[in-house]
Structures are given as C-alpha cells and as structure tokens.
C-alpha cells in the first residue's frame, strides 16, 4: 500500500535521517489504517508529499492515501475525499525567543515577514488576513532554519507543528509560540474522490480508534 505522508515535521510525521525511522502521529495513524485494512504496517511504501503536491498525488493515484497535517477543506473536497477529522488543531505563530514585537496574528504589520509552506491553508490565511508579507516553501523545516537564521520573523501553520519543531533540542530556547490559536484546522486521511469504499474503510477505521480509546 503506498501512502503519502510528511517526513519533516517532528512528533507529526517524521523520518529520522540518522536511524530511518519514520515517527510521530500522522504516521501511527497511517499504520493503523493499514492494519484496520488488512495490510501488515511493515509492507507501507511510504512517499513524502509537500502540501502544494497532494491534491494531485491523490488524484493521479501514486499513493492510495494521505496522512499528514492534512486540513479538510471545500476547496480541496472538490478534488479528493476525507476521511475524519482525527485530529483539530489551529493555526499558530512562531518567532524567535527574542522577539517581543509579535505577541499574536493581529499584531503583524507589513514589515513582517512570515514563512509558511506554498499551497497550505496557513498561508493564504496570512495573505487574506493580515499586512505582512510572506515567504514560500514546500516545507516548514525550511521556514524554521530562515527564522532561526533571522532571514523571516515568523513561521506559521497548525500550532501542532509549530509545537513540534519547537521542541526539538537544537530549537530550545531560540524559539517560542506566541498568540491563540486563530483558526480550526480538521485534519483528515485524504483519499481519491471516486472511491467511496476506501473512504469508508478509512471513516470505520478512525471511529473504531476513538471509540475503543485506543
Ligand atoms: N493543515 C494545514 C493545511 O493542510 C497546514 C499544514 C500543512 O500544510 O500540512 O494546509
């Protein structure tokens, strides 16, 4: 079964570059799907996918499903199906330890500038709702290093993830998340529209997760 995931976003959807383990909770609910599907966790071909790429990843069929900080969306319903949500979160902000300047969304102004990944619901809320100016990548890790670097003055995106790459040792005391959370994000197993039986499978599979506490 191939399934596509991230791989950059510690505690969420993870592959250490040092043992080869993939970790975090995107990823055990990826197994779990399998499992619920009959497929042995070991035999996953997993595939990393930016956010501007899983539209058409599912589409095109080269995975046949997707988990990783995956927002359920009109906009993205009209390509592919959801399965859940199995997780809500909201959007955060994170800035560097020493910055006191943005305590939140609404103190950003247009000399700020605010990294987040292309073709992620973060930014285009960024875009639509505040002056600041915004800096693209595929991936957050990447928005990270430019904010550690002092070369962007926010990174934004699911306060889960932000949560994540700020607790990672090298990251102690360089970086912190500051402000509410100012959006809800569902995040869902993103499937191919036109398969109704995948999506169900993927629906009782979760509901049977939460029911059983597991
Ligand atoms: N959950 C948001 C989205 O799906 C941001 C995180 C991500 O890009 O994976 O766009």
Request: hydrophobic share 35%; charged share 25%; net charge negative.
């Amino acid at each position: 079964i191939k399934v596509g995931v991230k791989e950059d976003q510690p505690g969420l959807g993870y592959l250490d570059p040092v043992t080869g383990d993939r970790t975090g909770f995107d990823v055990d609910i990826a197994r779990w799907m399998a499992a619920s599907l009959g497929v042995d966790p070991e035999k996953i071909e997993f595939q990393a996918i930016a956010s501007a790429n899983r539209e058409q990843a599912i589409v095109n069929g080269d995975i046949d499903y997707y988990v990783g900080t995956y927002s359920i969306t009109d906009k993205r319903k009209e390509q592919i199906s959801f399965a859940g949500p199995y997780f809500v979160t909201g959007q955060g902000l994170m800035v560097a330890s020493g910055n006191d300047k943005i305590t939140g969304k609404d103190s950003l102004t247009a000399e700020d500038i605010v990294c987040s990944a292309t073709g992620s619901t973060s930014i285009q809320r960024i875009k639509d709702e505040t002056p600041a100016q915004t800096k693209e990548y595929d991936t957050y890790s990447n928005c990270v290093e430019e904010l550690v670097n002092g070369t962007v003055d926010a990174v934004t995106t699911d306060d889960v993830i932000l949560a994540g790459f700020a607790a990672q040792p090298q990251f102690s005391g360089k970086v912190k998340l500051v402000g509410n959370p100012f959006s809800q994000e569902n995040l869902g197993v993103g499937v191919q529209k036109d398969n109704e039986q995948l999506c169900n499978q993927v629906t009782d599979a979760l509901k049977q997760m939460i029911d059983s506490g597991a």
